[in-house]
């Protein structure tokens, strides 16, 4: 299934993604972040923004009810569907109105697309396509992050942010954090190195915490209570004043 969100973006995720260093990022983002997975099988997923080469990695993936990619920039050959998918083969969507039922979908994951839209839409449209036990999957460039500033990579373009910001906009939208991670704290251009030096210069970096990691990824479910009005307290009964007055002998 291919859908085709948002405008284009000025760096081809897709070129990037087909190099070696492409490749070696995608790997490391799996690696870190692998822990993070929600179970899929028997599920139906959907990657928005350019989430096809990590889908592709992520185990389990095959045994998904179906699973739908939505692209970005251009159209694109999604992931096959799974058994018994039926769903249209190319759509173009505003980013805050999915072609997709209330409550119809299991898992969302998004790769190079927050950074690229109005965030809250674009959430609470994806808030209304969650079904009510479906988890978000956000991986977004971090503001403070040397990624975010290296423009030879999709990371380095659109709107970072900062883990506070991320978190009052995932508080916004209704969404509530389950699990969250950093990964990429290895420098931009230590990713052309082999993946294994890779992998243990991005762990030491990791120490660093948050603030200085190249993407935010979280994982957050729907926060069915936030969006409910608070009852106010019941008033005591106003009872009409009576007045006692002395009888006349």
């Known amino acids: 299934m291919d859908v085709r969100a948002l405008p284009p973006r000025p760096v081809d995720a897709a070129a990037f993604y087909s190099?070696?260093?492409?490749?070696?990022?995608?790997?490391?983002?799996?690696d870190r972040l692998a822990p993070l997975l929600p179970p899929v099988a028997?599920?139906?997923?959907?990657?928005?923004?350019?989430?096809?080469p990590f889908l592709h990695r992520w185990r389990g993936i095959e045994t998904a009810a179906w699973t739908a990619t939505a692209r970005l920039d251009s159209p694109i050959t999604g992931l096959p569907p799974g058994p018994g998918a039926a769903w249209p083969r190319d759509c173009v969507v505003s980013p805050d109105r999915l072609p997709f039922?209330?409550?119809t979908l299991d898992v969302v994951m998004v790769l190079h697309g927050l950074e690229f839209v109005p965030g809250a839409p674009f959430l609470r449209a994806i808030w209304k396509a969650l079904a009510d036990d479906g988890h978000l999957m956000l991986i977004v460039p971090?503001?403070?992050?040397?990624?975010a500033h290296d423009?030879?990579?999709?990371?380095?373009?659109?709107?970072p942010y900062s883990a506070g910001q991320l978190d009052r906009l995932l508080k916004r939208s209704l969404f509530a954090t389950e699990r969250q991670r950093h990964a990429l704290s290895l420098p931009p251009l230590a990713a052309r190195i082999g993946r294994r030096a890779g992998r243990w210069i991005d762990r030491a970096a990791s120490c660093t915490g948050r603030h200085f990691c190249g993407v935010h990824a979280v994982v957050a479910r729907k926060d069915m209570y936030a969006g409910l009005p608070l009852?106010?307290?019941?008033?005591?009964?106003?009872?009409?004043?009576?007045?006692?007055e002395p009888g006349v002998i």
Request: charged fraction near 20%; glycine fraction near 12%.
């Open 19 to 30: 190099t070696r260093r492409g490749h070696r990022v995608n790997a490391h983002l799996a």
């Open 42 to 52: 028997g599920r139906r997923v959907l990657g928005l923004g350019f989430a096809a």
């Open 101 to 103: 039922d209330d409550l």
């Open 142 to 147: 971090n503001r403070t992050g040397l990624w």
């Open 151 to 159: 423009d030879s990579t999709p990371f380095g373009h659109g709107q």
């Open 231 to 244: 009852q106010a307290d019941k008033a005591p009964p106003v009872l009409s004043r009576q007045v006692m």
